[in-house]
């Protein structure tokens, strides 16, 4: 009888254990797949349209993956990307050698990073405006002016993706003149500019443009597209931030779109970078006026 008991007591304990085992297993993290599970993500504001359509378009063909996306600042999106909740940036530079080493040493893996697409930073103005037509002397000389003059308006402080490009780019070191503002964002620099007929702004290409949006149908009724001075053409050529424009180096202001993917597993990050670069979302891109970055779309001659 004793022996029974203890028996007993040996089959009740080993069952407890094993239930145990079985709660901590149910208990870890059901890590994500390329087609499952929530990611977190930080996006350079300046290509909100277009990034917030590809994720769109991403979780409607995949319903249990779930990308949480902030839109915000480039200095801002590589501050995230230093935190463990935040697996990929989408940005308008890649990663530094020093950046590298910071990510290799701190994680043991170097985050993955191309260019997905190229877009232009839009010089845009009132529709009313008499001047619509500049040099790159020009803007150089407005960005620069020490005297209050015409207005221009960029997308935030020195933080910002465009802000970074203006200052690289054109005044390759320069300050901003009395007369640069900062407005709260790419919105605020178009509803600035159909506002102030005299002033000239500068925003990502996804922000303008577009035929499918309304609400970049109505801004267009109140702004137009500025058109800059072409460097590689003929002299006295100038040319529109369009998707041909960008990919012959016709629009001088032009730029890549970068992901950098802090991922070395097949997750859910990879498998979003992986539909940006194939043919769905390669077609997003076009269709917001971007230059695709992986796939050419271009006409054909049947012979």
Not at 125 to 137: C, E, H, K, P, Y
Not at 148 to 171: C, E, F, H, I, M
Not at 206 to 216: K, L, M, T
């Amino acid at each position: 009888m004793g022996k029974q008991w203890i028996y007993l007591g040996f089959v009740g304990v080993t069952a407890m254990i094993l239930l145990a085992c079985n709660q901590n297993r149910s208990s870890k993290i059901d890590y994500d797949t390329p087609k499952k599970g929530t990611i977190f993500i930080s996006v350079d504001e300046t290509f909100k349209p277009v990034i917030s359509e590809q994720i769109k378009v991403y979780q409607s063909s995949n319903p249990e993956a779930h990308i949480m996306a902030t839109y915000k600042s480039e200095a801002d999106c590589f501050r995230d990307l230093q935190k463990d909740s935040t697996r990929m940036v989408i940005v308008a530079r890649g990663l530094t050698e020093e950046e590298s080493a910071f990510f290799k040493s701190s994680i043991q893996f170097k985050p993955q990073w191309d260019a997905l697409a190229f877009d232009a930073v839009a010089a845009i103005v009132n529709i009313t405006s008499a001047d619509s037509v500049f040099t790159l002397q020009q803007l150089k000389k407005l960005l620069t002016d020490t005297l209050p003059g015409k207005q221009v308006v960029v997308d935030g402080t020195n933080a910002t993706s465009t802000v970074r490009y203006l200052l690289d780019t054109l005044l390759h070191g320069a300050s901003f003149g009395k007369n640069v503002r900062a407005a709260n964002g790419s919105k605020a620099v178009i509803d600035y500019i159909t506002q102030n007929p005299g002033a000239i702004g500068f925003v990502g290409s996804s922000w303008v443009g577009s035929d499918q949006d309304p609400e970049q149908v109505a801004d267009s009724k109140k702004i137009r597209l500025a058109l800059l001075e072409c460097k590689s053409c003929e002299s006295n050529t100038f040319a529109k931030p369009s998707q041909a424009n960008i990919s012959d180096g016709k629009y001088p202001l032009a730029r890549p779109l970068y992901y950098i993917l802090k991922e070395n597993t097949s997750g859910l990050g990879f498998g979003f970078v992986n539909f940006m670069s194939l043919e769905r979302g390669q077609l997003i891109f076009r269709r917001a006026y971007l230059a695709p970055g992986k796939m050419f779309f271009g006409i054909r001659k049947v012979v």
